[in-house]
């Protein structure tokens, strides 16, 4: 028997978000492919609209979406320190509110956590695109080899 998946704690820090993009950026959470995973949206300095909380756990479609408020206006990091005193999940992928994920993402993050025991985290190459979704820089890559950092 294999033992069970891990969770993924998805946290995403929100402040004055351009609502088409933070939508894009949820839709891609809700298409993961990998079932076990919790969203947390800390909101720095309210909501703009009463509606707004709704419209958000609708466009996660996320069933353990949390939205947390982060009352006043302090930034990014204590926004994101925040939010990550809500975690319950064994990892945690930070994610913005313009930020789009590849359906199989946390997947195959998951798949290098289980198959490598020296890892202790995880980072991929991305893609760049424009404010309308246009790729402008496909595939910026990074390169660590632990052999050289000493």
Known sequence: MHPPLPNISVVLPVYKPELHLLQEALESIKRQNYPHLELIISIDGGIPDPHWEYQLVQWSGIS????????????????????????????????????????????????????NDRVAMV?????????????????VQFTYRPDQDR
């Open 123 to 139: 980072f991929s190459s991305f893609d760049v695109i424009d404010e309308h979704g246009v790729m402008v820089n496909e595939s």
């Open 64 to 115: 353990k979406a949390k939205i947390v408020y982060h009352h006043g206006i302090s930034g990014i990091f204590a926004n994101l320190n925040h939010a990550l005193s809500y975690v319950s999940g064994d990892f945690v992928q930070l994610f913005c509110q313009d930020d789009r994920m590849y359906p199989e993402f946390l997947k195959k993050q998951v798949e290098v956590f289980e198959n």
